[in-house]
């Protein structure tokens, strides 16, 4: 597909990797003429330097043969209006980022009204990822599929772990629990798994389950299951903003620490119910003041990567919070997972994974598409539900007799809202939606698993 990206910053770069290892054609348009000429030397892209909502810097980017553009500037309002421009100059769809939120309660009127194909909040999306994860403190990582009737769990074996030495063939009858291990990460190793595949201990395990499901088996294995019940967050912005409303509406208390007074004045007006501390959140003697010894969880949200870190390790060796660390860049990425940081997030990766995701499902074919995309395991595995047509080539054949290619496995199927673990005599059917985990990037069409 023709694509245009405009706006090379952190989310801009991210996609544009992404995209170009698939094979699109893309255009990257900033009024930076360094950071393009840098981009260059990485990617085979064009580029155009200008204004992103000018008519003509867009006729020149090739807007009106576009089959998709993507405005991911640092400017709300100059990605609606890039993406209104680029409807007025061409037939293209159009993606926009919008994270201020004053439009949180707008972006549908702003989607039809502006004809957009999806609006993306990173900060919001970031926010729902730590919620979810909190809800599950042993997790280190999930992901939701099926609206939310399915998930997977990414979690790690520790030495004393009722999974500890146990073979996959025997998960199911020694916990009568309907799960699926999906994906297994052992050091640097990757392995998507089979019956006969051992888990051992610090293993990161991806789990696939329905929610209530997922919370009886982790009872039973002895993981924690049981949602946090307060919290403390350093650092005031947007995804703290997003992040306290939602636990304030999960019944977690909710402790802010930000140094900016008038960025506490206004959290104070916009969350009541939650505490804001006046303070510096990296100041050893104010988190403990503030009870950071007895807290559940604490979630370093600073502007600074490297603040972020230093203040989760210091955490780490003070109390048993669950920690959550919000990462920008992933240049060290090697060391950083290497820390013991708690969960990691990464905003630009939610974001760009979200686009991804309909890039997919604009270019899928008949038979199959591409309604949910995430990476998981580090970005080393995609996890991806298709929906099935009549025309699928994996229609009415038991799953063990497909011919399904190597480091790919079925994990999971949704038939009209039952959710299937699947075995080997199961099948898929037209309408059913699939969920499949695979080392393989750049699937587009549930077809494409088998040999």
């Not at 013991?340 to 990464?346: E, P, T």
């Not at 995701?357 to 998981?376: D, F, P, W």
């Amino acid at each position: 597909m023709k694509i245009i990206i405009v706006g090379c910053g952190k989310v801009g770069s991210s996609l544009a990797e992404q995209l170009s290892s698939e094979g699109h054609d893309l255009t990257l348009v900033d009024t930076n003429p360094d950071i393009l000429n840098e981009t260059t030397n990485t990617l085979d892209v064009m580029t155009v330097v200008g204004h992103g909502a000018s008519y003509n810097v867009l006729i020149e980017a090739g807007i009106e043969t576009a089959d998709l553009l993507i405005a991911v500037t640092a400017s709300d309002e100059l990605n609606l209006l890039c993406c209104l421009t680029a409807k007025k100059a061409g037939n293209s769809k159009t993606i926009a980022r919008v994270r201020n939120p004053i439009y949180n309660k707008e972006l549908s009127f702003f989607k039809e009204e502006l004809g957009l194909a999806m609006i993306i909040n990173p900060e919001l999306a970031t926010a729902t990822e730590i919620a979810r994860i909190l809800r599950f403190p042993s997790a280190i990582k999930i992901d939701t599929f099926a609206k939310g009737r399915v998930e997977i769990l990414e979690f790690e074996i520790t030495r004393n772990s009722k999974l500890n030495n146990l073979r996959l063939s025997d998960l199911r009858a020694r916990f009568k629990c309907d799960v699926l291990i999906c994906c297994i990460q052992r050091g640097d190793d990757v392995i998507i798994p089979v019956g006969t595949t051992m888990l051992y201990e610090h293993d990161i395990v991806s789990m696939v389950a329905p929610p209530k499901v997922a919370a009886e088996f982790f009872k039973k294995a002895g993981i924690l299951a049981e949602p946090v019940k307060n919290t403390i967050i350093v650092g005031g912005g947007k995804i703290s903003y997003y992040l306290a409303h939602q636990l304030l509406h999960m019944g977690i208390h909710v402790k802010i620490i930000e140094q900016n007074k008038k960025r506490c004045e206004e959290l104070s007006e916009l969350l009541p119910e939650a505490m804001i501390i006046w303070g510096d959140g990296t100041d050893q003697n104010t988190l403990l003041s503030e009870g950071l010894e007895s807290c559940e969880s604490f979630v370093s949200l600073t502007n600074l990567d490297e603040e972020n870190i230093m203040l989760s390790l210091y955490v780490k060796n003070q109390s048993n919070a669950k920690v959550i660390t919000k990462i920008k860049r992933q240049n060290f990425d090697v060391i950083i997972n290497k820390l013991d940081l708690g969960s990691i997030v990464y905003p630009k990766f939610i974001t760009s994974d979200r686009i991804l995701q309909y890039v997919r499902a604009m270019q899928n074919s008949v038979g199959s598409n591409v309604e949910t995309l995430y990476k998981i395991v580090g970005n080393k595995v995609e996890a991806l539900e298709f929906r099935v047509t009549d025309s699928s080539p994996v229609i009415g054949i038991p799953l063990q007799d497909l011919n399904i290619r190597k480091n790919i496995l079925i994990s999971c199927i949704n038939r009209n809202g039952k959710i299937i673990i699947p075995k080997g005599s199961d099948v898929i059917l037209p309408g059913d939606t699939v969920i499949v985990t695979t080392t393989l990037t750049g699937l587009t069409d549930l077809g494409k698993i088998l040999k």
